[in-house]
């Protein structure tokens, strides 16, 4: 009844259907091959990228499905501002889909968690969304109660430098408990846009016994 009055239509092409059509889903800016081993960036070489040659980092790699940019980012405005949630199972889909050639390690899921007053504000994690959608698809437990934020800092992004990123989110994040001692982590976020919250989290997550932590987003801005 719902879908009869008010019928979904595609967030980029306006289609009735789906709320990201077929067509819109094939035109998608894919991030591919070859891109750093460790963050995820398109890199020519598919080694390291000058920005990650000879810098220690917690987090053990990222990777993400799309180009921040285009139907995707229309996308996922829709989900993170605009209260379209139903449209995160399709989202979590194609995360689903890019790790059947992209494997990730990881044996739990952990999404980035949103400080609570802007939690409140805005009423839902979107990556709490996305986790627990993918979770379901590839048969991944979910614990999105261990991680907290800490900090209410700025999105990132406002900021401008990679360098103002790693202020803003520094000791932005820990864990209330022991729960993901002794496991290997994925960090389920919607954009990486320089990937200094992710290093935030997995520096949180490994000083809480994490063995290991590997980042996937949605979309990389580049």
């Known amino acids: 009844m719902v879908d009869f009055f008010f019928p979904r239509r595609c967030v980029e092409c306006g289609k009735i259907g789906d709320l990201l059509c077929a067509g819109c889903r094939q035109k998608l800016p ?23 040659w000879g810098q220690q980092t917690e987090i053990d790699g990222i990777r993400s499905a799309f180009r921040f940019e285009g139907a995707v980012r229309q996308a996922i405005h829709e989900l993170k501002y605009r209260n379209l949630k139903a449209i995160s199972g399709c989202l979590a889909k194609l995360m689903a889909n890019y790790l059947q050639d992209n494997p990730v390690h990881g044996e739990v899921l952990v999404p980035v968690p949103l400080h609570l007053r802007r939690l409140r504000e805005r009423g839902y994690n979107q990556s709490s969304l996305l986790a627990g959608e993918l979770g379901k698809l590839i048969a991944l437990p979910v614990i999105d109660d261990s991680l907290c934020r800490l900090k209410d800092s700025l999105p990132q992004a406002r900021t401008t430098t990679v360098e103002e990123r790693r202020r803003n989110v520094a000791n932005a994040f820990a864990c209330r408990d022991e729960k993901l001692s002794g496991r290997s982590v994925i960090l389920i976020d919607d954009v990486c846009t320089s990937g200094a919250t992710l290093e935030s989290c997995a520096v949180a997550l490994k000083a809480a016994g994490a063995v290991s932590v590997w980042g996937l987003t949605l979309a990389r801005e580049i």
């Open 30 to 52: 894919r991030l591919l091959r070859p891109f750093c081993k460790k963050c995820g960036k398109p890199e020519s070489s598919g080694e390291l990228c000058p920005a990650c």
